[in-house]
């Protein structure tokens, strides 16, 4: 398809297990980023990429999350050891530029229960 | 860092009524500010944003928006609802010089007939 497509849609895992979530962007975004949603609360930002700079991981919770990009394209976001806590929606968003001021397109996100 | 308020989780509205969801954001120089809304089971898609310009943006679906610099607000504003404009919507903030959007908590709009 043309949008952002992201997997699996649906994890349940259980406390202490490693989970990887994928996102394919848009093809020829230069932009992706990932966000988390939890429940009541707005889209917390977690690490953004851009080309092939440095990504900024400046809202990355702890260091039990990493995340990579292979060829400017795809993008797995890790969590490692698994906490409850970390139940939550997790969106992936390209942009076609760097800046905010054009349109993250989302996708609809991987839902990651942890029990 | 931009922070963002939404001032009302929940809002019902009645078809064919008007309905405005409120906004507020930190301070700063210069902002970009944004409107999204997510329909129930599919992603965040843009409504409108502004950028620079005139206060009043108009967005998809007949959604409009007004920035008002000396109170720090963005409210999303539409005439007339109809069912299908059930859905949540997120105020965004960013600095103009970040790539980073600060989103607000929603705003889950019901309507109903």
């Known amino acids: 398809g043309a949008g952002v497509s992201q997997s699996p849609s649906n994890k349940v895992t259980e406390k202490g297990k490693d989970v990887e979530l994928r996102c394919d962007p848009i093809s020829g975004h230069t932009a992706l980023y990932w966000y988390r949603q939890s429940l009541g609360q707005g889209l917390e930002f977690l690490i953004y990429f851009q080309g092939n700079s440095a990504p900024d991981k400046s809202g990355l919770p702890s260091d039990r999350f990493s995340a990579e990009r292979t060829g400017g394209s795809v993008s797995t976001l890790t969590i490692q050891r698994t906490q409850q806590e970390d139940s939550a929606v997790y969106l992936c968003?390209?942009?076609?530029?760097?800046?905010?001021?054009?349109?993250?397109?989302f996708g609809e996100g991987s839902r990651l229960t942890v029990l | 860092a931009q922070s963002v308020t939404q001032l009302d989780s929940q809002v019902p509205v009645f078809e064919e009524a008007p309905v405005e969801l409120r906004c507020n954001y930190s301070s700063s120089v210069s902002v970009y500010l944004f409107w999204y809304v997510q329909y129930p089971n599919q992603g965040l898609q843009l409504l409108l944003k502004y950028l620079s310009g005139s206060t009043l943006v108009k967005g998809i679906n007949g959604f409009e928006a007004e920035f008002n610099k000396s109170q720090t607000s963005f409210h999303l504003r539409k005439p007339s609802v109809h069912i299908s404009d059930t859905a949540e919507y997120f105020c965004a903030v960013s600095d103009s010089n970040d790539y980073k959007l600060s989103f607000g908590a929603g705003t889950t709009v019901t309507v109903r007939a």
């Open positions: 968003a390209s942009s076609p530029s760097g800046g905010v001021t054009g349109e993250l397109f």
